[in-house]
């Protein structure tokens, strides 16, 4: 069974590699997510490799969003796939990797970060993700001038951390609203209102300021 399921998972991941046009890619992704998922779930090394090499660098962003401190980061990631090798077939089911892991990494790290800092794990979602390092660092690679990239911060520093990870969420990991929903254990419309609110809390405050209408059009269509 093993054998067919390499076979299987190379051949998707062959076909995936041919495909050009965005929105096949996008269908096809749901069924490379399924078939990787699966053979991993049934001892398949080559697809924990997968799964690690494709998934590693946005955990690790997404641990720094909620702190600094790298080598917790880095603790939670490799404790994450540990009890993934350790739960194997109980695993459940998915056919959005990214978005399960996020999910599992999510709540280690507001456990984990409540324990350190002796609050609840509300406390930490209320106090610990910070979307402004992201945003600089694209506005720097955007060669954005020094006064416009300061407002730009400033702006979304007044965000509510919860809009700041719902926009990180949807624009840097291209989430979709049932998924952040699902994420926050939320309703959909709860999300849409938050974004809604966030968005048109930056165009006012960027407009108040004179900032150019091409930098709220960039901060509409962040992407990294």
């Known amino acids: 069974m093993l054998i067919m399921d390499h076979v299987v998972l190379s051949v998707s991941i062959f076909v995936t590699s041919l495909l050009d046009d965005k929105f096949v ?6 069924v490379k997510d399924q078939i990787i998922w699966d053979s991993f ?36 990631i490799h404790e994450l796939f540990i ?9 459940s089911a998915t056919d ?7 999910k ?16 609840k794990k509300e406390g930490v ?22 006064n416009a990239r300061t407002q730009i911060i400033a702006s979304v520093s007044k965000l ?19 998924k952040i929903a699902e994420l926050f254990e939320v309703k959909i419309q709860t999300v849409r209102n938050l974004m809604s609110r966030a968005i048109q809390s930056l165009k006012d405050d960027l407009e108040k300021n004179k900032i ?6 960039f901060i509409l269509n962040m992407r990294v």
């Open 25 to 30: 890619r996008g269908v096809n992704k749901t």
């Open 41 to 76: 779930r049934k001892g398949n090394k080559d697809a924990l490799e997968i799964i690690y090499e494709e998934n590693y660098s946005s955990l690790f962003h997404y641990g720094l969003k909620f702190t600094s401190d790298e080598d917790i980061v880095k603790d939670l």
């Open 83 to 91: 009890d993934l090798i350790d739960s194997g077939e109980k695993l």
């Open 96 to 102: 959005n990797i990214r978005f399960y892991l996020l």
């Open 104 to 119: 599992v990494m999510r709540n280690k790290l507001l456990k984990q970060l409540a324990a350190n800092l002796k609050l």
């Open 125 to 146: 979602e209320m106090s610990g993700f910070t979307l402004v390092e992201s945003i600089e660092n694209q506005l720097i690679k955007k060669e954005m001038e020094e």
């Open 160 to 178: 509510s951390k919860k809009q700041q990870e719902i926009i990180y969420l949807r624009f840097y990991n291209d989430m979709s609203y049932q």
């Open 212 to 217: 150019d209408k091409q930098i709220i059009l």
